[in-house]
């Protein structure tokens, strides 16, 4: 499977963006996708997840209640909705696909994608 993230893009703090993240190859049924990020010397961290239905999710504690993390199995796509951005969201986005969110939420990805740049200004 091929995960392609796009949306990425340099934005002030305080505003939104979207990535996508497409799969091609082999769809998006039965796994779950999340999201990472690694921002400069840092390691790579978990951002989000959803399961393959979509009606479990999870999120990391710093982007609760600002990102969005949902699905369209018809388009073999993810999206991540990114409101009230701030600077220390600064890094390249990953998508990957594992077996549950938790799993993803611990690491174990199956599959990685590229990455999208996202630079939040201040």
């Known amino acids: 499977v091929q995960l392609q993230a796009s949306g990425g893009g340099l934005v002030q703090a305080g505003d939104s963006l979207r990535l996508s993240c497409v799969a091609s190859?082999?769809?998006?049924?039965?796994?779950?996708v999340g999201w990472f990020r690694q921002a400069p010397g840092k390691e790579r961290e978990f951002v989000a997840a959803?399961?393959?239905?979509?009606?479990?999710?999870t999120y990391a504690h710093a982007v609760v209640g600002r990102f969005t993390i949902s699905r369209d199995n018809t388009k073999n796509t993810v999206y991540l909705q990114m409101l009230s951005l701030r600077p220390e969201d600064t890094a390249v986005y990953y998508c990957?696909?594992?077996?549950?969110?938790?799993?993803?939420?611990?690491?174990?990805?199956?599959?990685w994608g590229k990455g999208t740049q996202v630079t939040v200004s201040s």
């Open positions: 990957a696909v594992g077996l549950s969110t938790s799993t993803l939420q611990d690491g174990d990805v199956h599959y």
């Open positions: 959803t399961s393959w239905s979509g009606s479990r999710t």
């Open positions: 190859g082999r769809t998006f049924t039965r796994v779950a």
